[in-house]
Nanobody
C-alpha cells in the first residue's frame, strides 16, 4: 500500500514560483509511474506532468510545458513539481498520483492519489 502526502501549496502572485512536494510512504516511489494532476473549480481533473518509473521519461501538458518541471528523488522517496511563471489559470488543487505504468497514468488509471494541496495565483 502506498500513501502519498502533498505539501508546498499556497498563495503566489502572477509570474511567481512555487515548488510542490509529494512524500511517499509504504513503498518505493520509483516502482510506479508518477505524476501531478490538478483540478480547478468547475473543471475536470487534468494530468499536467508525468515521469516514468525506471528511465525517468517525462511528459508535460501543453498548458505547463516550459514552465513546470517534474522530478523524483529516489533517496528521499519524494516527487516534486517546480512551477515557474505562474498564471491565474494555474489556480487549482494539485494532486500527486501513482500508477503501474506510464500508459496507466497518462490514461488516468490511477492506483494511488494524494489528498491534494491548494495553489492560488492571484495579485
Amino acid at each position: 500500500q502506498l500513501q502519498l502526502v502533498e505539501s508546498g501549496g499556497g498563495l503566489v502572485q502572477p509570474g511567481g514560483s512555487l515548488r510542490l512536494h509529494c512524500a511517499a510512504f509504504g513503498s518505493a516511489l520509483d516502482t510506479y509511474a508518477t505524476g501531478w494532476f490538478r483540478q480547478a473549480v468547475g473543471k475536470d481533473r487534468e494530468g499536467i506532468a508525468y515521469i516514468s518509473k525506471s528511465d525517468n521519461i517525462t511528459y508535460y501538458a501543453d498548458s505547463v510545458r516550459g514552465r513546470f518541471t517534474i522530478s523524483r528523488d529516489n533517496a528521499k522517496n519524494t516527487l516534486s513539481l517546480q512551477m515557474n511563471s505562474l498564471k491565474a489559470e494555474d489556480t487549482a488543487v494539485y494532486y500527486c498520483a501513482a500508477a503501474a505504468s506510464l500508459v496507466d497514468i497518462v490514461t488516468s488509471r490511477i492506483a494511488y492519489w494524494g489528498q491534494g494541496t491548494q495553489v492560488t495565483v492571484s495579485s
